[in-house]
């Protein structure tokens, strides 16, 4: 088997589809710029390291295509770290547990400024912190 049929079978079932499944109501831009310097980068430092003999392939192993020293097998995990970390961004996002919004009726008790609070979520809505003297 090939590094190139490893690879596809890792950007197909791995993080090709849950990453569209997940990423289809997110803003495209951020992936198209995070994608493109990606690849740039993987281009960089892959032929930098290819070159200078630090990692070798076999050529049997690979497809054969080189961009220019670097074989194209590499710039598929790129892609697929583009897709895969924003996706299971979101899917662990959504699994978290969410704080209650309401108090239980009957129990209010005032709370210092001293106490500790949680970190905000991206959906929770922001509120000012008071200064009490």
């Known amino acids: 088997m090939t590094n190139y049929v490893t690879m596809m079978g890792l950007l197909l079932v791995v993080a090709l589809i849950p990453?569209?499944?997940?990423?289809?109501?997110?803003?495209?831009l951020p992936l198209v710029w995070t994608g493109l310097v990606l690849l740039a980068l993987?281009?960089?430092?892959?032929?930098?390291?290819?070159?200078?003999?630090?990692?070798g392939y076999d050529d049997e192993l690979i497809l054969g295509i080189r961009v220019p020293i670097a074989p194209?097998?590499?710039?598929?995990?790129?892609?697929a770290a583009v897709l895969?970390?924003?996706?299971?961004?979101?899917?662990n996002w959504r699994l978290a547990p969410r704080?209650?919004?309401t108090a239980s009726s009957g129990s209010s008790t005032a709370t210092s400024s001293t106490a500790p609070t949680s970190p905000a979520r991206d959906d929770a809505p922001s509120t000012p912190s008071e200064d009490v003297e």
Do not use: C, M, Q
């Open 99 to 101: 704080e209650a919004t």
């Open 42 to 55: 993987t281009a960089i430092f892959d032929n930098l390291i290819v070159g200078a003999g630090i990692v």
């Open 84 to 91: 895969l970390v924003p996706a299971l961004w979101r899917w």
């Open 19 to 28: 990453a569209i499944a997940l990423l289809r109501r997110s803003p495209k």
């Open 72 to 79: 194209i097998e590499d710039f598929g995990y790129a892609i």
